[in-house]
């Protein structure tokens, strides 16, 4: 693999725990190992989000590349600031001369289920995920223009791609966010920009804070926490960001040592009345025909049932 250049990317890592800190260590560090010049963004913040943070994470990944020979800078703002976003792009500039991938798992969580959801909750969640991911392509789309060179690795979730209970304000940002690399890679496809986008499988402090409600459940976390790393998801992030991959426009995800390709939205079934539907053709035809293979409401875990590998 030829080596990769410049990346700025979003740290994943937590705030006070050392356990989350080293699964930011994968991601970055692997990137580091390739050949990356590191430019990594992280407010330290909560999972929640909304306090003032902590640089101290982001400043033990930075040592820890120092030490194993990388080139890294750091950044604290916060992806929701356009002139934060803004300024991580000049920082690779000024520092490296050039930018050649931007990689942006930012996130954080406020579950709850939609009927008792308030407006500050859906705000945070559509805010950090969805507005920082537009902010910091739109800081970096006109110069991968300009240059005909760039690439955009963009995180989703199957809560967003499946579905979640709980979830609904994540979930609406995750997909959204589908959306927009999706249109970053056709929009941008005749300048050699890529944009490709990971739903990943992985134990974080995000997915810690998920309640165990049962024997059955606890013991599902622990085999996630056991089978699905956050090093995994490390390789298909430095594989997408590689001047050697053409992949583009594309929902992968990582699930243990499992990389799946998603499907994106097509019609499955279509029904034509020349004479025009009416409310009571639809409800006496179309509608039954379509439940046969309709899309059941099924969450993750009946997508992906079996243990991972």
């Known amino acids: 693999m030829r080596e990769i250049k410049v990346a700025a990317t979003q740290m994943a890592c937590s705030k006070n725990t050392d356990e989350n800190v080293d699964k930011a260590i994968e991601l970055i560090t692997k990137a580091s190992k390739e050949g990356a010049k590191l430019v990594i963004n992280d407010l330290g913040g909560s999972v929640a989000g909304g306090d ?50 931007i990689v942006n798992p930012a996130g954080i ?28 392509c739109r800081a970096a789309i006109n110069y991968f223009r300009d240059k005909e060179e760039g690439n955009f690795v963009l995180f989703t979730s199957t809560t967003g791609l499946i579905g979640n209970i709980g979830q609904a304000n994540y979930a609406a940002a995750k997909l959204g966010i589908a959306g927009l690399s999706r249109i970053i890679a056709m929009e941008n496809e005749i300048k050699n920009v890529r944009s490709n986008i990971i739903a990943p499988f992985a134990w974080t402090r995000m997915i810690a804070t998920i309640p165990i409600k049962d024997e059955a459940s606890k013991e599902r976390v622990e085999r996630m926490k056991n089978a699905m790393r956050a090093d995994q998801v490390a390789q298909t992030v430095v594989a997408l960001c590689s001047p050697d991959c053409k992949l583009t ?56 049932p079996y243990e991972p590998f």
């Open 52 to 101: 003032e943070g902590d640089k101290n994470p982001i400043e033990i990944v930075a040592e820890e590349i120092k030490k194993n020979g990388g080139e890294v800078i750091t950044n604290s703002d916060s992806v929701t600031s356009k002139k934060g976003t803004e300024y991580m792009i000049q920082q690779a500039l000024d520092t490296y001369g050039n930018l050649h991938s």
């Open 109 to 136: 969580l406020r579950d709850k289920m939609f009927h008792k959801m308030d407006d500050q909750d859906w705000d945070a969640v559509i805010d950090v995920h969805l507005n920082g991911s537009y902010n910091i």
């Open 249 to 304: 426009g594309q929902i992968l995800s990582v699930r243990g040592n499992e990389v799946v390709l998603f499907n994106q939205p097509r019609p499955i079934k279509s029904l034509v009345d020349k004479e025009g539907w009416t409310p009571k053709k639809l409800l006496d035809s179309a509608f039954p025909a379509f439940e046969s293979v309709g899309q059941d409401l099924g969450a993750t875990v009946s997508v992906f």
